[in-house]
């Protein structure tokens, strides 16, 4: 058997004391969540301190991609429908339908396209090409009165976010992307200037599709 020292009374924190750690460690968890997690996560910056430390358009590109995502799954047709539609299409249907071609093969047809996406003061916006892993997109965007910060990046069902590259007020990119995966892959821009800005965005290459998904 051990024999321990009872502390004594004096030893033992205060009610007061008890009560002012609890009140510090609430205020700390407060600044955290208003400075750092709201910012970072939601896009909501109510301190303005998201922004200095770029926390806020860290949460606005996630936010934006949840909002995407969730449409995709609204607009998406059940599996059971498109069981449906394969079963009664016919077979003279069939067979007038045109090879598709996958746009890893050598034969597929390399296409070349120009959008443009007009951002007000504070607007984002995002556009995506569907592409298969190792398809090289070209690309080339420019700003037509100011700049814009900007996340290069990529989704798949089963990948929620893959970065390519980010900058801030910028005029315009150009390069090559090359598919990490199956998926979509592009650009999401955003307006901090007080301007109206067009954003001109060429691409070339064998990817599927092209279009504004925000």
């Not at 051990?2 to 004096?10: G, H, K, T, Y």
């Amino acid at each position: 058997m051990f024999n321990s020292q009872l502390p004594s009374m004096s030893d033992l924190p205060t009610s007061r004391q008890l009560f002012g750690s609890t009140v510090v460690a609430i205020a700390g968890a407060a600044a955290i969540l208003v400075t750092i997690v709201l910012p970072s996560e939601y896009g909501i910056d109510p301190t303005g301190a998201g922004s200095t430390f770029g926390l806020t358009e860290m949460g606005e590109i996630k936010t934006q991609l949840a909002e995407e995502a969730a449409a995709d799954r609204v607009s998406e047709p059940s599996k059971a429908s498109r069981d449906a539609v394969a079963i009664g299409a016919s077979t003279e249907e069939q067979r007038a339908a045109p090879a598709r071609v996958d746009a890893q093969s050598p034969d597929a047809a390399i296409r070349s396209d120009q959008t443009e996406v007009v951002l007000k003061p504070g607007q984002g916006a995002e556009v995506k090409v569907d592409a298969a892993k190792g398809v090289r997109i070209g690309f080339d965007w420019s700003v037509r009165g100011g700049t814009v910060n900007f996340d290069t990046h990529a989704d798949a069902p089963s990948i929620s976010y893959h970065g390519y590259g980010k900058g801030k007020q910028s005029a315009g990119e150009n390069g090559t992307l090359v598919a990490a995966f199956d998926g979509k892959h592009g650009w999401f821009w955003r307006n901090r200037t007080k301007n109206t800005v067009t954003i001109i965005l060429k691409t070339t290459g064998t990817y599927s599709d092209v279009k504004r998904v925000v």
